[in-house]
């Protein structure tokens, strides 16, 4: 293995770290460990950590652990069983003059508890950096995920040749059907398959239940997963039989919103605007109450992380970024509505990744 990509990352990493002032950043096991060192770690009580610096990138490893690096391009910094490797970092941050650490926010606190008693002049940051280098992607990250979109756009379409009436099934049969087709698409991870009917189309996070789906109920889907190292995301709705005016109204209702916040995902723009506008359109049509969560999220590593699409987040737009694009309408007790797309920022503007239509799908 060359390592190549890894390499790549580390420098790109290097470079954000330079522009921040960020001496030196740790990573425990995470997506952004995983992309920097090209291998997953398992989160337990024994750490292992990647300590990146400008001139150097060490890993903190158990001896037990260290054969699984060995052709790895870092120094290895092995602990046995019998010492305690908080004090082995702590030591040596002391050693590299380190006065200011960034951490990725899955690390443990109580690792860092510990780290922050016995290097009581190392100040523990945020890592800006690591965030930034995984929210501006490369030419290479867009292509995979490009690809996992594609992939979750093939399984939708499967799903819908599949099952063409939906009248008489439970959710958790639909969701079966969804996740077996990600299955048989090559998903090495299944983040969530959300099905929700009717009334229990109201709840976003309602994950599926035993709920027969009647004539003319409207069926909320949210799929996600991991393809090929890369997340796809995607929401549709289907009904099962004509749902009335009052439901069609409000779904074109809600393309426009998405419509106006894909417009509004332009470089240079707070991270907030898309949400603004979207959340103004169903506001100004009496639903600003029942769109409940944020407009989109980033997509990567992930399925969720920066840039969050959130009021209050100043964070500048920027190409390379990839999110979601997905306002919804959700009244309690009656129905619920979200579509969702993965939109990439390029030089040139928005574009879309995932491309299943939006039209409303009746499978009765």
Same mark, same amino acid.
Request: glycine share 10%; net charge negative.
């Given at each position: 293995?060359?390592?190549?990509?890894e390499?790549a990352?580390?420098a790109?990493l290097?470079?954000?770290?330079?522009?921040?002032?960020?001496e030196?950043?740790l990573?425990?096991?995470?997506?952004?460990?995983?992309?920097?060192?090209?291998r997953?770690?398992?989160l337990t009580e024994?750490?292992?950590?990647?300590?990146?610096t400008?001139?150097?990138?060490?890993?903190?490893?158990?001896?037990?652990q260290a #054969?699984l690096?060995?052709?790895?391009?870092v120094?290895?910094?092995?602990?046995?069983?019998?010492?305690d490797?908080?004090a082995l970092?702590?030591?040596?941050?002391t050693?590299l003059g380190v006065s200011?650490?960034?951490?990725?926010?899955?690390?443990?606190?109580?690792?860092l508890?510990?780290?922050?008693?016995?290097? #009581?002049?190392v100040?523990?940051?945020?890592?800006r950096?690591?965030?930034?280098?995984r929210a501006?992607?490369t030419?290479a990250d867009?292509?995979?995920?490009?690809a996992?979109? /594609?992939?979750?756009?093939?399984?939708?379409?499967g %799903?819908?040749?599949?099952?063409?009436?939906?009248?008489?099934?439970?959710?958790?049969?639909?969701?079966?059907?969804?996740?077996?087709?990600?299955?048989?698409?090559? %998903?090495?991870?299944?983040?969530?398959?959300?099905?929700g009917?009717?009334?229990?189309g109201a709840s976003?996070?309602?994950?599926?239940?035993d709920?027969?789906?009647?004539?003319?109920?409207?069926?909320?889907f949210d799929?996600?997963g991991? %393809?090929?190292?890369?997340?796809? /995301?995607?929401?549709?709705?289907?009904?099962?039989?004509?749902p009335?005016?009052e439901?069609?109204?409000?779904y074109?209702?809600?393309?426009?919103?998405?419509?106006a916040?894909?417009?509004?995902?332009?470089?240079? +723009? #707070?991270?907030?605007e898309?949400?603004?506008?979207? +959340?103004e359109?169903?506001s100004?049509?009496?639903?600003g109450e029942?769109?409940?969560?944020?407009?989109?999220h980033?997509?990567?590593?992930?399925?969720?992380e920066?840039p969050?699409?959130?009021?209050?987040?100043?964070?500048?737009?920027a190409?390379?970024?990839?999110?979601?694009?997905e306002?919804g309408?959700?009244l309690?007790? +009656?129905?619920g509505?979200?579509?969702?797309?993965?939109?990439?920022?390029?030089?040139?503007g928005?574009q879309?990744?995932t491309?299943?239509p939006k039209?409303?799908v009746i499978?009765?």
């Amino acid at each position: 293995m060359s390592f190549e990509t890894e390499k790549a990352a580390m420098a790109r990493l290097r470079g954000m770290m330079a522009e921040d002032g960020t001496e030196a950043v740790l990573i425990g096991p995470s997506a952004s460990f995983r992309h920097l060192m090209g291998r997953d770690a398992n989160l337990t009580e024994r750490l292992v950590a990647l300590l990146v610096t400008q001139d150097g990138a060490e890993l903190i490893v158990p001896r037990l652990q260290a #054969p699984l690096y060995a052709t790895h391009p870092v120094d290895l910094m092995v602990w046995d069983e019998a010492e305690d490797p908080v004090a082995l970092l702590a030591a040596r941050l002391t050693e590299l003059g380190v006065s200011v650490l960034g951490v990725n926010a899955e690390f443990w606190s109580g690792f860092l508890l510990r780290l922050a008693d016995q290097a #009581p002049q190392v100040k523990l940051r945020p890592a800006r950096a690591l965030e930034r280098l995984r929210a501006i992607k490369t030419e290479a990250d867009i292509a995979g995920l490009q690809a996992a979109a /594609d992939a979750i756009d093939r399984v939708w379409a499967g %799903f819908l040749a599949a099952v063409p009436v939906f009248t008489g099934k439970t959710e958790l049969e639909l969701r079966g059907v969804i996740r077996e087709l990600m299955v048989a698409e090559g %998903f090495s991870t299944i983040a969530w398959v959300d099905v929700g009917a009717g009334a229990n189309g109201a709840s976003s996070l309602h994950h599926g239940s035993d709920y027969v789906i009647r004539q003319g109920d409207p069926v909320v889907f949210d799929i996600a997963g991991l %393809f090929g190292g890369w997340n796809g /995301d995607i929401a549709r709705v289907v009904c099962a039989g004509e749902p009335g005016a009052e439901y069609r109204a409000a779904y074109d209702l809600l393309l426009t919103a998405q419509e106006a916040a894909f417009q509004a995902i332009r470089a240079g +723009r #707070p991270a907030s605007e898309p949400d603004r506008v979207a +959340r103004e359109i169903l506001s100004d049509a009496g639903f600003g109450e029942n769109f409940t969560h944020r407009v989109g999220h980033g997509i990567g590593l992930d399925v969720h992380e920066e840039p969050y699409l959130v009021a209050g987040n100043d964070l500048l737009l920027a190409p390379g970024m990839v999110m979601s694009d997905e306002p919804g309408i959700y009244l309690p007790g +009656r129905w619920g509505m979200r579509v969702e797309d993965i939109v990439a920022l390029t030089e040139a503007g928005p574009q879309r990744l995932t491309q299943s239509p939006k039209e409303l799908v009746i499978h009765g």
